[in-house]
C-alpha cells in the first residue's frame, strides 16, 4: 500500500487531496502547522503531523515521523494580493520562504529516500496565475513561476534515479480560503494610485461564471492524476478556468 505525504492540508486544496486518496485506499500523511484530526475521516492509513516548510526542524521532525513515503504533495502556500508599493518586503520575504523555498525544502528532504529506492514523485501546487501576467499578484506569481521553473530542472535532474516531478496549476478557487488569504495582505494598505485597479480587480473576479472556476475536487483529481500516472504531462492544470488560461497562453507562444 502506497503512502502520500501532503503539505497544508488544514482547508483547501490540500485537504480534499487527503480525503481523496484516503478514499482510494492509500496511506495518508497529512501535514498542517496547526494539526487537527477532527477534519478529515478516522482512519488507521491516517497520520496528522505537524509542519512548518519555513523550519528546517519541523520539516526534519516530519519526515521522520512520517517513514518512508511513495509520493510527496507539495500544496502548503501563503496569498499575497496586492500592489507591489504596498507590500512590506517582510511579507515577501515571507511569500517565497512558504511557496518556493519550502517547496524546494521538502522536496531535498524526500529525495535521498525516492533516489534509494529509485522510485518516488514529487506533486508541486503551483497557480495559472503564472499562465499571464494579472494586475496586484507580482509577488505571488513570482513565487509560484520560481516553482515551476525549479519543478521543470529538477525533474530531469532525477529522471535518472526512477524519480518523476510534476506540477499541478489550479485556475481561481472561490469556495477555497485561499481568496481570503490574499485579502489579508490589503490590510497593508493599498496605495490610493491604485484604488480603481483594486476596485476592477474585484469587479472581474464577481463577473466570472460559476462554472469557469477551479474547485477543490478539480485540484484532488489532477494531483491524482499526477501522482499515479506517469504519462501526466509536466505541466497539468485543474479547473476549467485553469485549462482555458494554458490553453491561451500555449496559443500566444505558437
Same mark, same amino acid.
Given at each position: 500500500?502506497?503512502?502520500?505525504? =501532503?503539505?497544508?492540508?488544514?482547508?483547501g486544496f490540500?485537504?480534499? $487531496?487527503?480525503?481523496?486518496?484516503?478514499?482510494?485506499?492509500?496511506?495518508v500523511?497529512?501535514t498542517?502547522?496547526?494539526?487537527?484530526?477532527?477534519?478529515?475521516?478516522?482512519?488507521?492509513?491516517?497520520?496528522?503531523?505537524?509542519?512548518?516548510v519555513?523550519d528546517a526542524?519541523s520539516?526534519?521532525?516530519?519526515?521522520?515521523?512520517?517513514?518512508? =513515503?511513495d509520493?510527496?504533495? *507539495?500544496n502548503?502556500g501563503v496569498?499575497?494580493? *496586492?500592489?507591489?508599493?504596498? =507590500?512590506?518586503?517582510?511579507? +515577501? #520575504?515571507l511569500?517565497f520562504?512558504? *511557496?518556493?523555498?519550502? $517547496?524546494?525544502?521538502?522536496?531535498?528532504?524526500?529525495?535521498?529516500?525516492?533516489r534509494?529506492?529509485?522510485?518516488?514523485? =514529487?506533486?508541486?501546487?503551483?497557480? !495559472?496565475? !503564472?499562465?499571464? /501576467?494579472?494586475?496586484?499578484?507580482s509577488?505571488?506569481?513570482?513565487?509560484?513561476?520560481?516553482?515551476?521553473?525549479?519543478?521543470?530542472?529538477?525533474?530531469?535532474?532525477?529522471?535518472?534515479?526512477?524519480?518523476?516531478?510534476?506540477?499541478?496549476?489550479?485556475? #481561481?478557487? /472561490?469556495?477555497?480560503?485561499?481568496?481570503? *488569504?490574499?485579502?489579508?495582505?490589503m490590510a497593508?494598505? $493599498?496605495?490610493?494610485?491604485?484604488?480603481?485597479? +483594486?476596485?476592477g480587480?474585484?469587479?472581474?473576479?464577481? #463577473?466570472?461564471?460559476?462554472?469557469?472556476?477551479?474547485h477543490?475536487?478539480?485540484?484532488?483529481e489532477?494531483?491524482? #492524476?499526477a501522482?499515479?500516472?506517469?504519462?501526466?504531462?509536466m505541466r497539468? /492544470?485543474?479547473?476549467?478556468?485553469?485549462?482555458a488560461?494554458?490553453?491561451?497562453?500555449e496559443r500566444?507562444?505558437?
Amino acid at each position: 500500500m502506497k503512502t502520500v505525504l =501532503i503539505t497544508g492540508c488544514s482547508s483547501g486544496f490540500g485537504l480534499e $487531496t487527503a480525503r481523496l486518496f484516503l478514499e482510494r485506499g492509500w496511506n495518508v500523511v497529512a501535514t498542517m502547522r496547526a494539526p487537527r484530526t477532527d477534519i478529515l475521516p478516522a482512519s488507521e492509513r491516517l497520520k496528522v503531523l505537524p509542519l512548518d516548510v519555513t523550519d528546517a526542524a519541523s520539516i526534519a521532525a516530519c519526515i521522520e515521523a512520517a517513514g518512508p =513515503i511513495d509520493v510527496l504533495v *507539495n500544496n502548503a502556500g501563503v496569498g499575497l494580493l *496586492n500592489a507591489l508599493e504596498g =507590500i512590506p518586503m517582510e511579507a +515577501v #520575504r515571507l511569500a517565497f520562504e512558504t *511557496n518556493a523555498l519550502g $517547496t524546494i525544502a521538502m522536496a531535498k528532504a524526500v529525495l535521498p529516500q525516492f533516489r534509494e529506492r529509485k522510485s518516488g514523485v =514529487i506533486v508541486n501546487v503551483t497557480s !495559472t496565475v !503564472t499562465a499571464k /501576467p494579472l494586475h496586484l499578484l507580482s509577488v505571488y506569481t513570482a513565487t509560484k513561476a520560481a516553482v515551476n521553473a525549479f519543478s521543470e530542472c529538477l525533474a530531469l535532474e532525477v529522471e535518472p534515479f526512477g524519480v518523476r516531478v510534476r506540477v499541478v496549476l489550479p485556475g #481561481r478557487a /472561490p469556495e477555497t480560503a485561499f481568496g481570503d *488569504n490574499h485579502r489579508k495582505h490589503m490590510a497593508f494598505g $493599498t496605495p490610493d494610485a491604485y484604488g480603481e485597479i +483594486v476596485k476592477g480587480v474585484f469587479a472581474e473576479w464577481a #463577473r466570472q461564471p460559476a462554472d469557469e472556476v477551479t474547485h477543490v475536487a478539480d485540484v484532488a483529481e489532477g494531483v491524482w #492524476r499526477a501522482a499515479t500516472d506517469p504519462a501526466c504531462p509536466m505541466r497539468l /492544470p485543474a479547473g476549467a478556468d485553469a485549462v482555458a488560461a494554458m490553453a491561451a497562453a500555449e496559443r500566444m507562444l505558437a
